[in-house]
């Protein structure tokens, strides 16, 4: 086997693994209301976020431990630790407590189809704020997948998606800073050590978010923390979802080919429907086949666009070469 066929398998296995995250969290806190601690739920959204980024720590340090040398430290700026800071807020704190707050609200469906306004909205916002290159397949194919996701959202039946409640609301800003927090890494934290960025993001981010549950719900919100079935159960998710999910994609990210990744990528919430429909039994309704085919011909179209420009940088440089090589014989 191939190590760029390697890398493309492990990067379906993570985008597989991260499209299942959300209904493993769901199935993991129905699990906890079966099996309660003095009547309580002990595996709760909260408990789930805040344990298992603790425990995402210890193949963090594993991996990572070298980019914490002295050196490394000292390089550091002001402006670094700053937007070290945002993003650890942001990516850390913020946006997965949305994410966790909005599936007590809402259904994993729901939740994956609000998050379609991720791709153009990303692009756009690359484009306006970082002056990056605007890609118009890309674009384009990410307004057709979230065109299918309002398909499959308006056509379940009772209408019921049509309003918005809690939970969507908590999805659509989750989404939005998780533009942000992309954003804020991709503008100021190109020069820094990924192991600095990973370890200090969750770390801060887990403290951030420990500080403001406790702050919102009180000192007793934790206290099952430690619980049996919570240390039981915790595993499926830090093993699966954290050990295996970020050691799969950072093996693919390194070793496959970036199409290979962004055409696995493409496919998560086709994915996440699925999962859930099996794991959850939930429905998405009349609308899932169009919606589904509209959501396909979109991916469709940012595929005929990577494809496209790559034939075409191809190109460009086998002409660069000929130049070369042309004006090379005419030296002689």
């Known amino acids: 086997m191939s190590t760029v066929l390697f890398g493309a398998i492990l990067a379906w296995i993570a985008v597989m693994i991260y499209a299942s995250s959300n209904s493993i969290v769901t199935l993991l806190t129905q ?12 595996i709760t ?3 789930l976020l805040a344990l298992g980024s603790l425990i995402s720590l210890i193949p963090m340090v594993i991996f990572f431990h070298k980019d914490w040398t002295r050196d490394n430290l000292r390089a550091l700026t002001i402006r670094d630790w700053s937007l070290l800071t945002v993003s650890a807020v942001l990516s850390s704190a913020v946006t997965p407590g949305l994410f966790f707050y909005a599936l ?3 259904t994993v469906t729901n939740v994956v189809l609000i998050g379609r306004i991720d791709p153009p909205l990303f692009i756009l916002a690359a484009w306006f704020f970082l002056k990056e290159d605007l890609d118009p397949w890309a674009f384009t194919g ?3 997948a979230l065109v299918g996701a309002a398909v499959i959202i308006l056509m379940k039946e009772g209408g019921a998606s049509l309003s918005l409640g809690k939970g969507e609301i908590a999805a659509f ?4 800073t998780f533009i942000t927090s992309t954003l804020v890494t991709r503008a100021g934290l190109k020069g820094v050590p990924l192991g600095i960025f990973s370890i200090y ?7 951030i978010y420990a500080s403001i549950a406790l702050y919102l719900y009180g000192p007793d919100h934790f206290q099952d923390l430690l619980a049996p079935v919570v240390l039981k159960w915790i595993w499926v998710y830090a ?3 954290i050990i295996i999910g970020q050691l799969a994609w950072n093996l693919g990210l390194k070793y496959a080919r970036s199409g290979d990744v962004a055409l696995a990528t493409s496919f998560s919430p086709l994915a996440a429907i699925t999962i859930a429909m099996v794991m959850l039994g939930e429905d998405p309704g009349k609308g899932l086949i169009p919606g589904g085919i509209i959501i396909l011909a979109g991916i469709a179209v940012a595929q005929y666009g990577r494809l496209h420009r790559e ?3 191809r190109r460009a440089i086998e002409k660069s070469l000929e130049l070369e090589g042309s004006a090379n014989f005419k030296g002689v």
């Not at 800003?173 to 939005?176: R, W």
């Not at 993001?201 to 403290?207: F, H, P, S």
């Open 45 to 47: 959204f909260c408990n």
């Open 31 to 42: 699990i906890g209301e079966v099996h309660q601690v003095m009547g309580r739920n002990a």
């Open 142 to 144: 990410g307004l057709v």
């Open 201 to 207: 993001r969750t770390v801060l981010g887990t403290a």
């Open 173 to 176: 800003v989750a989404t939005l």
């Open 311 to 313: 034939r075409a940088e």
């Open 104 to 106: 007590e609200y809402t």
């Open 239 to 241: 093993i699966i979802v």
